[in-house]
């Protein structure tokens, strides 16, 4: 088996003993395959029923505390995850599937389709599917948006985002989706400089709230989404795109 980025996964059969580094992947293997987890990080609150031993953040996850778990795969991202924490369990034999940080809502699923069918021997959950079809379409662009999801300092979404293609697809353009960077750390003054219709506040990784972050943006509508509906790939798409169009009007 080779990961997303081309990397051997050296299964001897379908993983049956998983650590997750994700939140996103946390949920979709357990929601897919109930029991196979026996380790995520403290940032894995879905589904909210998951009770397994934690290892600490997907940046700095406690690695003797996974190689105790006697996996026989762990997950991660090559975004969210540290490359010496990957070269780490592999050189402890243990395998590991990386799933490349996705730019696109397709993009994502393809990803977690070869995870849970080909590492977990799953046939194709029902959520997959459901995922793949409300997030077909791309509906015409009808507002541009500024979209933090940091502040101190500002830090928004810039080009090739997995929650910039959420947005693009529900008709919300980025402001920033042409800046050389992902995720670029322009000024405040900046950022109200765009001409944008209207500001994105998501809850995390930053906790935007009503009066922490609307006021730094003036006389622009403040829209305030779940950053597990706009960030997170996995189950939580569904009901994602109901829930933010809801949002947008």
């Keep these: 088996m080779i990961d997303d980025l081309g990397e051997p996964v050296p299964l001897t059969g379908p993983a049956a003993r998983v650590v997750s580094l994700v939140p996103s992947l946390t949920e979709a293997v357990e929601v897919s395959a109930p029991g196979r987890l026996v380790g995520a990080t403290a940032y894995c609150t ?61 993009a994502a699923l393809g990803s977690l389709r070869r995870i849970l069918t080909q590492a977990l021997d799953l046939d194709e959950p029902e959520w997959l599917v459901a995922a793949e ?52 750390r322009p000024p405040l003054d900046e950022l109200n400089e ?22 730094a943006f003036p006389g622009l509508p403040s829209v305030l989404v779940s950053g597990r509906y706009l960030t997170w790939y996995g189950p939580s798409l569904v009901e994602a795109h109901e829930e933010l169009s809801r949002s947008f009007g």
Excluded at 57 to 62: Q, T
Excluded at 75 to 97: H, K, M, T, Y
Excluded at 144 to 171: E, M, N, Q, S, Y
Aim: glycine share 8%; proline share 10%.
């Design 194 to 215: 765009q001409g944008a219709d209207l500001v994105v506040l998501p809850d995390e990784p930053y906790v935007f709230t009503h009066t922490d972050g609307p006021e």
């Design 133 to 184: 079809e409300v997030w077909r379409e791309t509906r015409p662009i009808r507002a541009r948006a500024v979209i933090p999801v940091w502040r101190k300092p500002w830090i928004v979404l810039g080009r090739d985002t997995f929650g910039g293609d959420v947005l693009r697809r529900l008709g919300i353009g980025n402001v920033y989706e042409g800046h050389p960077e992902r995720y670029p």
């Design 46 to 106: 879905h589904p909210s029923t998951l009770d397994v031993p934690r290892v600490g953040g997907s940046k700095y996850p406690k690695i003797d505390e996974v190689l105790a778990l006697a996996p026989d795969l762990v997950l991660a991202n090559s975004e969210e995850n540290r490359l010496e924490d990957v070269e780490r369990l592999r050189a402890n034999g243990f395998p590991v599937w990386v799933m490349e940080a996705a730019v696109t809502v397709p």
